[in-house]
């Protein structure tokens, strides 16, 4: 398999940004523009095709990969595809409510389609055991008319189970057991109508929703859930909003209803946050990245709401993941810039953080996401997506950091997460939506990293 290689590596002391000072105390700087991020229409955009590339030879290939700059190098592997294409020019690959639909992939990836919604553009994608009985986790998607999208499979099948319709795009979104009148977890959303909802799963596989909760005037960007808050008991919500606030929603209210109580003002709406693995006799952490350009890590204590800066730079950023380490190794975040920037900020003894800038990605980052993507366990890999339509996976070698294109798909990038959805493989699986209007999974061929394949048991 071919692979970009990225001109960066841990030596290259131009290229790792400073790390930024500790700081607690409430953030300040200036409120975003005007522009919402989540809803795009799905018309517009240029129709023109991008001319196809000039064949040339494997000698010529690596020169130019050798002189021009990691990013550029990267886009040479890329197909041509037109990701500002109109909805238009789509066709339907299949119907995966019938049957397995592939997709083309890069090499050494299978791609399926698990939802093709049409024109209607899809913000976020995760995947949660939403229905206990079924082994597999259930895919979730929120799409651009308010929709949220529940995905059971069956061997390579996907059945959707649409439920919320709020007319307007659906960010948000979290599962945990927030509410003790329930039992088990809860899907919470909202989104650009300021409606946060509570989607509950039942045994016979059926989902209701109800409305717990109404912010006038703030669009709900990004909602993280778990014992966040000593000063209430139990488990809350946590909603950031733009314009930029955090409430706390309790499920204390009359009727099944919850309370909202607004704990900060915020500079700019954070756009994707991660709770962290809880460290004994400390308080919960939650990374949150934002459209102002700073990666913070939030907690709160019986006083309130600590902000602690662990990297800025003047762009905006916004998408974070942790990485799922092993015990005793150092807690390791993975964010971008909206500009294509892509970083590892890896936690030191002193408890600050060391940034490293690991990739100079095309424009319009749209996803992050930590898994293991390669066969080797000892390589650490990252997962990108954006507006280039590229879902691309950055592996780190012995000669530094390299880029793959594992799909790409027909329009811009929005939210990429990884997922345990195919056991037939030793890797982590992929979710990809975004303006192409549909969920995209992305696995390993099966056999990968595991030992068995020298027995043909994967043919
Ligand atoms: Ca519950
Ligand atoms: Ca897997």
């Known amino acids: 398999m071919r692979t970009a290689p990225i001109a960066l590596t841990l030596a290259s002391a131009a290229l790792v940004a400073a790390c930024a ?37 494997d000698a010529a290939r690596a020169r130019a990969a050798r002189a021009a700059p990691p990013a550029a190098a990267a886009q040479d592997a890329a197909p041509a595809v037109d990701v500002w294409a109109e909805p238009a020019t789509w066709r339907a690959a299949g119907d995966p409510s019938q049957f ?106 059926a989902l209701d929703h109800r409305l717990i909760a109404f912010l006038p ?109 092993a015990p005793g190794e150092p807690l390791v975040l993975y964010t971008c810039h909206d500009d294509g920037r892509v970083l590892r900020l890896e936690r030191q003894p002193d408890r600050t953080f060391r940034s490293e800038l690991v990739y100079l990605g095309p424009q319009g980052t749209r996803g992050v996401a930590s898994g293991r993507f390669d066969a080797d366990p000892s390589v650490e890999t990252i997962a990108i997506f954006g507006y280039s339509g590229r879902v691309e996976i950055l592996s780190r070698r012995a000669d530094g950091w390299h880029a793959e294109t594992a799909f790409t798909d027909r329009s811009k990038g929005h939210w990429l997460v990884a997922a345990e959805l195919d056991g037939r493989n030793a890797t982590t699986e992929l979710l990809a939506s975004g303006y192409g209007a549909r969920i995209v999974l992305l696995a390993r061929p099966p056999g990968t990293g595991r030992a068995e394949t020298s027995t043909d048991i994967a043919r």
């Open 21 to 57: 000072a500790v700081r607690t105390g409430p953030p300040s700087g200036s409120l975003p523009g005007p522009r919402a991020e989540g809803p795009p229409a799905a018309t517009g955009g240029r129709a023109a095709k991008r001319p196809p590339r000039t064949p040339r030879g």
């Open 100 to 205: 397995e639909v592939p997709l083309p992939a890069g090499p050494g990836w299978n791609a399926s389609l698990v939802l093709d919604n049409g024109t209607t553009g899809i913000w976020t994608v995760e995947a949660f055991q939403v229905f206990p009985m079924y082994g597999t986790p259930e895919v979730v998607g929120l799409d651009d008319k308010g929709r949220c999208h529940v995905l059971s499979s069956y061997s390579g099948k996907w059945a959707d189970m649409p439920t919320i319709h709020d007319v307007k795009w659906l960010g948000g979104l979290a599962h945990a057991d927030v509410d003790p009148r329930f039992p088990g977890p809860e899907l919470y959303t909202g989104g650009e109508r300021g409606n946060l909802y509570q989607v509950r799963s039942y045994e016979q596989a």
């Open 217 to 325: 005037g703030m669009e709900i960007h990004t909602l993280v859930a778990g014992d966040l808050d000593p000063r209430t008991p139990g488990a809350e919500l946590f909603v950031f909003t733009r314009p930029g606030g955090l409430y706390r929603a309790t499920p204390t209210g009359p009727d099944g209803g919850f309370e909202i109580a607004k704990i900060d003002d915020l500079p700019g709406r954070v756009r994707d946050a991660v709770v962290l693995p809880r460290e004994p006799g400390r308080p919960a952490e939650i990374a949150c990245v934002s459209r102002a350009g700073w990666v913070r890590i939030l907690s709160v204590g019986m006083d309130g709401p600590h902000w602690e800066t662990v990297y800025e730079d003047a762009m905006g950023m916004g998408r974070i993941d942790v990485r799922a380490g």
